[in-house]
């Protein structure tokens, strides 16, 4: 799960979010574009929070 937005790897301004499209087994594409240079970066992740498994709750007591 992404909490803020990466820099753009051509003139490291913040990226905004262009796009979100929902894949299979809990995972997204994130489609990110760069306002001053218009680079795009896709970045697949996890569409679940990682903190809220059934594995975390059983360790976390």
Sequence with gaps: MVDRTPLCFRCHA????????????????????CGLCDHHLVVVASSTDPLDSVENRLTSR
């Design 14 to 33: 913040q990226l905004a979010v262009k796009r979100v499209h929902l894949l299979s087994d809990g995972f997204e594409a994130r489609t990110f574009q």
